[in-house]
């Protein structure tokens, strides 16, 4: 498949930082980033664990908070920032989807219309702890990946694979015609978790955070499951949501 280069961009933030720089240990060749920026006197020990782990090619400026402030504007930066390495862009097309099924991926998360960039960012985190690293967005009616979004996944982007598409109805008909379930959730599902198809051969599709996934998308779903819920109230975040999901499914047991 091929892949464009991206403009550089920053990243910032201690949790991401460090579990982008541990993630990565060991791998010099790859690393994520090659400058960082530090607040003068940073006194946190977050910061100082980073400022040991990280290769000695990464060069390390020191720097007062007015410099920080004005690489990542607006932005909760905690006092250090880092410039990502020139890398190979984060998303991908409809056509690149297409070539990257005849290599038989395994599973895909599907979001449906994901505004918020926080639950944007949790779910991505979440998919990547879970194994799960094939993600589909639609263009529009989506947060996007946004510096906020990336900063949410904590190192996550760097190890998933993002595509996003115009129509999320065709897209679901490709999957299906590469040999893919879809499988989604409703408060009227019926499908027993254990009777699903083998985990490489599903496609995972969750909801807008207020009208969750919409008719057109669900009628094209193989499999509808149901959350169970046992409180007053009716339903769940998506980001809560979609790790009971992935749980479930990546770690049940055959019936």
């Known amino acids: 498949m091929e892949e464009k280069i991206a403009k550089p961009e920053y990243i910032f ?7 982008l720089t541990e993630a990565n240990l060991g791998k010099e060749h790859s690393f994520p980033f090659i400058q960082l920026y530090v607040k003068e006197n940073p006194g946190t020990e977050i910061i100082e664990k980073i400022l040991n782990k990280i290769p000695s090619f990464v060069q390390v400026h020191k720097v007062n908070v007015s410099k920080l402030d004005s690489l990542v504007p607006g932005r909760n930066h905690q006092g250090i920032v880092a410039l990502k390495v020139p890398s190979k862009q984060t998303t991908f097309d409809k056509k690149n989807l297409e070539e990257f099924l005849s290599e038989r991926p395994g599973t895909f998360l599907i979001l ?7 639950n944007l960012g949790n779910i991505l985190r979440t998919a990547e702890c879970f194994g799960i690293t094939n993600i589909i967005l639609p263009e529009r009616e989506s947060a996007g990946i946004t510096p906020v979004v990336e900063k949410v996944a904590s190192g996550a982007l760097s190890f998933l694979k993002i595509f996003t598409v115009k129509n999320l109805a065709n897209t679901l008909e490709l999957l299906k015609e590469n040999g893919y379930w879809i499988v989604s959730t409703s408060d009227r599902g019926t499908e027993d978790w254990s009777k699903l198809p083998d985990l490489n051969e599903l496609a995972i599709l969750m909801g807008n955070e207020g009208e969750g996934i919409k008719r057109i998308l669900m009628e094209k779903s193989d499999f509808v499951l149901r959350i169970p819920i046992h409180g007053n109230l009716s339903s769940l975040n998506v980001t809560v949501a979609t790790g009971i999901v992935l749980d479930r499914i990546v770690n049940r047991k055959s019936g």
Do not use: A, F, S, V
């Open 13 to 19: 933030g201690k949790r991401t930082l460090i579990e």
């Open 112 to 118: 449906d219309r994901i505004q918020d960039p926080g």
